[in-house]
């Protein structure tokens, strides 16, 4: 059967192979359903959350570069300013009349205004005048020779590389211009803009977790918005250098100094030939893309697993509802009546209702074909008994007559001994009638079960199987004494004739036990030989294969008519065992 | 003498009638006018047959040996199944002749029961045996007989009838674990059979519980 069940399966959908589409469960096909309809849907704002988070990195990536650039503008714009402030100082009155303590007067003035220091050095480096110091005190030599030489050798304005002020020991780095007198170089003049790049970072409004860098045309560190003690005055990495000089601008990944993985963009500042470089860590970078794919498969997640339940319970439904069917069919398949309670799935309710009236029509006609049976029982018994009556009674009582008339003739024959030969082939004739009428008589329906009752009728019967065969039989009975009901007593004792002839016919037994007792509300009847049995098999429907093996169906209906039940038991070389139950 | 049956009555009339040791000295048609005429006339041997309307010949028999015991009863019928017979002769008659003998028998035999004796037609008398296959000495099992009490009770619940399956439900055991206690039990107790359990059962009082 299952078998047939797959061809037929395999038959209908075509798409999927026969093995798979006989072992999935509704269940399955549901979730499979879904997730056919979910999956595409989830991919498809994976793709969309992703591509939005991606537009927002490249415009936080963009936004970068644009700082970087705009930063090295304002720079080149603030250092220009201070530029023409030293060229107004450069060209101040004190240095045509020579009075360099003037000088220093004026330029502390303005240094403690721009909080910045003022150097004044002669073209060989000798400083002359710094507003750290008092005018007058001794003064050594410009760490930073190289700048003066170029101002000397240019008489262009210039930005020297950062050195320590060997007065103040601070960092030191200075617009440097020249100061003329009558047309010759007389000095150079520098201002210290160290102090000043911490606010014109400020001025830029940066980000905090942003890292501005600014260095120096060496490639020396000389400011940095984050840990500047620590790393200003260091000289860049040679690898990194080389990328901030190969172009104006640009970008490129970084692992900072600090160990941090940076997207960098960088910008050079025209006047002073300094790189402003901006780096943004990757964990502010690529935020957006990590939450949005966090959240993607929190959210994507969830929704699965809710629509996957979501199936699961449907899925569950469907297969409550079906399962609940196939018990309606097997219920309606037993003959019985169902009263289908509500599936809430209108085929499902649909089919229940149609089993609910096939059952009915089934239950129906299974009645009425057991009334028929019934009434075709009963009357065949009827009809039996009056035949038997009829022969006992009538014929068989003619037959008596009969051969009294031949006795009573007998002595007229005497003379004549061909007609007393005659006479008494005839007496003989007369009583191999009798006994034959008998015998039919009682194959039709043996009247010791109706006058006499089943014990004793029960016991004649085995008595001439027992002479009749070579089965030794066992009985034991105990009805006490009672009638049983007719209908009962007759279905037992033709129960008992077909078991009977069963044994007698396939068992081979040697020994045969019938019990018929009286207990617990039944009658029951066992018949048990320790013949070669048969293998029932350990199937649900082993004892139906048994019952049918044994040629007994007719005996299950005819038990079936008095509410009684048969059971069967039996394994090879241990003999069967027939079970016939009544209730009384 | 009592049969239904005019013909067959006429006929057992005149072979009787014949004998000279013989007086009719009534005849019925019917159990009830049998006992009836019993009663008054006192005869020494009715002549009865088992099929009679109003009361059957076997109820006569009864009626007639608590109502006149010395009245022998002889019975005359087609019947030939000898549990007709068992249940006659368990009811005091004196004899059971076939009809189909009548003809040649009836004289002897209602000679044979008048004088107090026994007369079986022979043609079934050969039937008549003892109780079927009753083996009572095979089901007493010697005393050192013990049984555990699994044993016991798989026994218990197979002699009162019930299939292997339903001892095996009924316990909580598989039905092979049923079939070997009953194997053997069944063979520590020397039985071959249900049946010689059931009459052990019925002695151990096991089935009145």
Known sequence: MASGTTVARSAGTGWLPARLTSQLSVRAHVVGLILVIVAPLLAFSAVLVLRSAINEQDVMANSVRERARAAAAAIDHQLGSLRSRVLVLASSPHFQTGNLGAFHDQAAALADKMQASVVLTDPDGQEVVNTRARFGDPLPVTPDLDAVRRVVNTIAADVSSLTRDPVSNEWFISINVPVLRDGHLAYVLGVNVAPLLPRMMADLNLPSEWLLTIADRDGRTIARSIEAERFVGEMGRPAVLQRLRASDEGWFPIVSRDGIPMYNAFAHVKFSDWIVSIGIPDDVLFGPVRRSTSLLILSGGTALAVVLLLALVIGQRIAGAISGLMHYADVVGRGERITPAATGIRETDAVARSLQLAGERLHQSAQERSELLQRTFTAQEAERRRIARELHDSLGQYLTALRLGFTAIEPHCACNPAAQQRLARLKSLASDLGRELNRIAWELRPMALDDLGLRRAVTQYLEEWADRSRLQIDLEINLDDRRLPQAIETALFRVLQEAITNVVKHSRADRVGVILEVGNGEVRLIVEDDGQGFDLGAGQDSMELGIQHLGLIGVRERLALVGGSLELESSPRGGTTVFVRIPL | ?209
Not at chain 2, 120 to 130: M, Q, T, Y
Not at chain 2, 132 to 158: A, F, W
């Open chain 2, 1 to 209: 003498m009592v049969d239904d049956h005019p013909v067959v009555l006429a006929g057992l009339k005149a072979l009787v009638g014949a004998d000279p040791d013989f007086t009719i000295v009534g005849e019925a048609r019917d159990g009830r006018t049998a006992l009836h005429l019993a009663m008054q006339l006192a005869p020494n041997v009715v002549v009865l047959d088992i099929s009679l309307p109003e009361m059957n010949g076997i109820e006569l028999a009864a009626a007639l040996r608590t109502e006149r015991p010395d009245c022998r009863v002889l019975v005359l019928t087609v019947h030939e199944e000898r549990a007709y017979l068992r249940q006659l002769l368990e009811l005091g008659v004196g004899g059971y002749l076939l009809k189909r003998s009548a003809a040649d028998e009836l004289p002897r035999a209602i000679r044979a029961v008048a004088a107090g004796g026994t007369y079986l037609d022979p043609a079934i008398a050969g039937k008549v045996v003892g109780d079927l296959g009753r083996g009572r000495s095979q089901s007493q099992p010697g005393e050192s007989v013990e049984l555990s009490d699994r044993e016991t009770d798989v026994l218990r619940m197979v002699a009162s009838g019930h299939s292997n399956k339903a001892i095996s439900g009924r316990l909580n055991i598989s039905v092979k674990t049923v079939e070997t206690y009953k194997a053997r039990a069944m063979e520590k107790l020397g039985f071959h059979s249900r049946v010689e359990l059931v009459r052990y059962a019925a002695d151990q009082g096991w089935l009145r519980e």
